[in-house]
Antibody, heavy 120, light 106 residues
Framework: EVQLVESGGGLVQPGRSLRLSCAAS????????MHWVRQAPGKGLEWVSG????????GNADSVKGRFTISRDNAKNSLYLQMNSLRAEDTALYYC?????????????WGQGTMVTVSS | DIQMTQSPSTLSTSVGDRVTITCRAS??????LAWYQQKPGKAPNLLIY???SLESGVPSRFSGSGSGTEFTLTISSLQPDDFATYYC?????????FGPGTKVDI
């Protein structure tokens, strides 16, 4: 079964850091680009960051540039999001998602999400 | 960056209705557009990719059309399971962007 499982969320104070992980299974991880998408409570979806299969191409939303870093370890079938200088507006449910295939970047598989709450 | 808009923001409908949701991009994205359905407390589910291709397992009452800057998601006959929020998303180039969503309710 194709599966993505996020972890690492929690309550953190403003200005602190947090690292999210996404464990992939059931597919050949290093064939696909991967992404992080977040959803603040009661709000819409926001694409956060994406990374190509070989980490050559990385993109970030303007809202997280300079603070968040996406990475992957293909040997461990894992995706990461290092979040620094966290702000209250980063409070959200964070999903990881995979590309549909090597030529189509629509997100066909999503994890269940991990909640990040930034508050003092 | 490419901005996405959707209309309407809310749609009050009934079972059996034909539903149309419009999504517009601030510049041409060719056909690099996806539609997702999200129900409360659940992750989004891919319905349509490349503007008009139906994802495997998605009922045929869902269809997508458009190219360039204007796109449409149509549900031909709304079923009880279709009451949800629908998002469009471009994936023409980084940064990918979602539309603000359309809530379909009774």
């Amino acid at each position: 079964e194709v599966q993505l499982v996020e972890s690492g969320g929690g309550l953190v104070q403003p200005g602190r850091s947090l690292r999210l992980s996404c464990a992939a299974s059931g597919f050949t991880f290093d064939d696909y680009s991967m992404h992080w998408v977040r959803q603040a409570p009661g709000k819409g979806l926001e694409w956060v960051s994406g990374i190509s299969w070989n980490s050559d191409y990385i993109g970030n939303a303007d809202s997280v540039k300079g603070r968040f870093t996406i990475s992957r370890d293909n040997a461990k079938n894992s995706l990461y999001l290092q979040m620094n200088s966290l702000r209250a507006e980063d409070t959200a449910l964070y999903y990881c998602a995979k590309d549909r295939d090597s030529k189509d970047n629509a997100f066909d598989i999503w994890g269940q999400g991990t909640m990040v709450t930034v508050s003092s | 960056d490419i901005q996405m808009t959707q209309s309407p923001s809310t749609l009050s409908t009934s079972v059996g209705d034909r539903v149309t949701i419009t999504c517009r991009a601030s510049q041409s994205i060719s056909n690099w557009l996806a539609w997702y359905q999200q129900k409360p407390g659940k992750a989004p589910n891919l319905l349509i990719y490349k503007a008009s291709s139906l994802e495997s397992g998605v009922p045929s009452r869902f269809s997508g059309s458009g190219s360039g800057t204007e796109f449409t998601l149509t549900i031909s006959s709304l079923q009880p399971d279709d009451f949800a929020t629908y998002y469009c998303q471009h994936y023409n180039s980084f940064p990918f962007t979602f539309g603000p969503g359309t809530k379909v309710d009774i």
